[in-house]
């Protein structure tokens, strides 16, 4: 296991010595070798699995069969190197046949928020032709309710040779089952293993399938359920915490108005023994809570009023604190904008609220300079924009105007960030408050 410890408890290790012990899956094919699929594709294979990664990113593919990362992870590249160099872990941009198939593509959602499904169709017409008698297929992505179902549709037309789970035969072909992944980005090679995991199929024995797989890798808890239940589940989790979010992100903006501390206030109030208020900051990014809620209000626009709002409280935070920015910010001067992730210590720019913040104040005769220490160059959004560029720490805070701190990344911590005497500063996320 690379040297890696999954688990200190004895119970745990005599649980990690019986799902080594019961493997039931001789080769495995991931779809999708990001953020999720490339450490799923890992820890899988460090039970002795044969894997199959695919990816259509030819620079991912070519990276991981050398035995490195294309992404940041703790522990995760010496994973992969165990893996790659076992031979039991190889990446490919062709689907191959193998037992079980595992689906971590991105389910984005479209301009009027609706959700977006083209790749999770796309990397199901890529097994279609592989498919055999007793394969089972498991989606991992976050998905609205219901698209385990259109995948066994899609593949049913595709291949009307195989009968399908929840095609309402008794003793499907092929079976099918959603079990979404519930990992936090910086501990994601840990929680694969040891977080619990829900397990739902389009039968019974889909169900049963998919959680004797799992229990291959998993320590935690396999909570068997149906499929259904299993994506509004992964649904609800995340749009749990953006509502939450949302409330603290909202009590900024009041504070901000009555001139008022919300740290403070926030701090005073969870002395309350049953008040948890979480901390606001610039908004709300990365493939899951800026996304999933979205995919519960398409499916009950009228019942979702409370997640609906809190979206767009979440998403309205980016343009708050540009219009502070604005407010200090000199005409023609400088802005160093600290952090470009959608939170602290990765390199994950998806959604982030950091980005859109930048976006917003590009265009305005500003000059910004963005400080991400875990990216080489700028994302897509800001890379053809002529007033952003990509500075060092020391650069930015010597020439700007006023420093924005976006991201609490412990780069800039430990009074990495002192502002001279004059110099303006928006703090998004309390990281000089709190030093």
């Known amino acids: 296991m690379s040297g890696l410890t999954w688990t200190t408890s004895e119970a745990g290790k005599r649980k990690a010595a019986e799902v080594r012990g019961a ?30 990664g695919v ?24 994973l992969v190197h165990a893996a790659v160099s076992s031979h039991h872990l190889r990446a490919t941009t062709k689907t191959e046949p193998a037992d079980v198939f ?24 890529s097994i279609a032709e592989h498919l055999v008698s007793g394969n089972l297929i498991i989606l991992e992505s976050t998905s609205p309710v219901g698209t385990t179902e259109k995948m066994a549709k899609w593949l049913a037309e595709m291949r009307p040779d195989l009968s399908f789970a929840g095609s309402g ?21 840990r929680e694969l293993v040891e ?26 808890n396999c909570l068997a359920t149906d499929a259904r239940s299993a994506e509004l589940a992964k649904l609800v989790e995340n749009s749990s915490r953006d509502v939450n979010i949302a409330f603290a992100n909202e009590l900024s903006l009041i504070c901000d108005k009555l001139d008022i501390s919300v740290w403070e206030v926030i701090k005073l109030a969870n002395y309350h023994p049953r008040v948890n208020i979480l901390t606001p900051g610039a908004g709300v990014g990365g493939h899951c809570i800026a996304v999933d809620p979205w995919f519960i209000v398409s499916s ?8 609906h709002l809190a979206r ?33 210590n990765i390199d994950d720019l998806r959604e982030s609220p ?81 030093e």
Do not use: W
Request: one cysteine or more; hydrophobic letters at 45%.
């Open 300 to 307: 009950a626009p009228d019942e979702a009023r409370l997640i």
């Open 23 to 52: 493997s039931h899956t001789a080769v495995c094919c991931v779809i999708g070798l990001g953020y999720v699929g490339l450490p799923t594709a890992a820890v899988v294979a460090s039970r002795g699995i044969k894997v199959i």
């Open 312 to 344: 767009i409280v979440n998403d309205g935070k980016p343009v708050h604190i540009a219009d502070k920015v604005r407010a200090l910010a000199p005409s023609g001067g400088k802005i160093a904008c600290l952090g470009l992730a959608y939170k602290a």
């Open 195 to 220: 977080n619990d995991r829900i397990v739902g199929g389009l039968c019974a024995e889909s169900t049963r399938r998919a959680v004797a797989h799992y229990r291959q890798f998993v320590l935690g």
């Open 55 to 78: 990816d259509v990113n030819e620079h991912a593919v070519d990276t991981i069969n050398q035995g490195k990362i294309h992404i940041v992870e703790p522990d995760l590249d010496m």
């Open 102 to 125: 595992m689906m971590a593509v991105p389910t984005p959602f479209k301009e009027d928020h609706q959700p977006d499904l083209k790749y999770v169709e796309a990397a199901t017409r």
């Open 354 to 434: 950091a980005v859109e913040i930048v976006k917003n104040l590009s265009g305005e005769g500003y000059e910004i300079l963005a400080v991400e220490p875990h990216v080489d160059v700028l994302p897509d959004a800001l890379a053809l924009k002529q007033d952003v560029t990509l500075a060092s720490l020391a650069d930015a805070l010597a020439e700007a105007d006023v420093i924005v701190v976006l991201v609490s990344h412990d780069a800039f911590k430990a009074g990495a960030v002192k502002p001279r005497d004059g110099q303006a500063v928006v703090d998004a996320v309390n990281l000089l408050g709190a």
């Open 169 to 189: 035969v008794d003793k499907p072909d092929v079976f099918l089952a959603h079990c979404p992944e519930r990992i936090l980005p910086g501990h994601v090679v």
